[in-house]
Nanobody
Framework: QVQLVESGGGLVQAGGSLRLSCVVS????????MAWFRQAPGKEREFVSA????????YYADSVKGRFTISRDNAKNTVYLQMNSLKLEDTAVYSC????????????????????WGQGTQVTVSS
């Protein structure tokens, strides 16, 4: 049974920071790309960031580039999302996801390629 458990969400003022964590169990974590998506009320889910499985390469949505940093600790089966300079529009439920294909050289922003998801953690940015 593959499980992803996020933590670290909360309420923060605009300009502040949060670090999200996602712990994965039930799959050889180090062999899979990981991603973060978010969904704001009334909006579709959108890609935020992804990290490859090897020599980790990272990818970001334009809206978060320069403010968010994705990283992974394979020894802890954990992927992180460091969020700085948070804006009101970053308010959403953030979910981590694991790629359905191991050892892939292509890191995708397509949510359909990720086969297991966490339950999500709420991030609320206030003015």
């Amino acid at each position: 049974q593959v499980q992803l458990v996020e933590s670290g969400g909360g309420l923060v003022q605009a300009g502040g920071s949060l670090r999200l964590s996602c712990v994965v169990s039930g799959r050889a974590f180090s062999n899979y790309a990981m991603a973060w998506f978010r969904q704001a009320p009334g909006k579709e889910r959108e890609f935020v960031s992804a990290i490859s499985w090897r020599a980790p390469n990272s990818y970001y949505a334009d809206s978060v580039k320069g403010r968010f940093t994705i990283s992974r600790d394979n020894a802890k089966n954990t992927v992180y999302l460091q969020m700085n300079s948070l804006k009101l529009e970053d308010t959403a439920v953030y979910s981590c996801a694991i790629d359905g294909t191991p050892n892939t050289t292509i890191v995708t922003t397509d949510s359909r390629k990720y086969d297991y998801w966490g339950q999500g953690t709420q991030v609320t940015v206030s003015s």
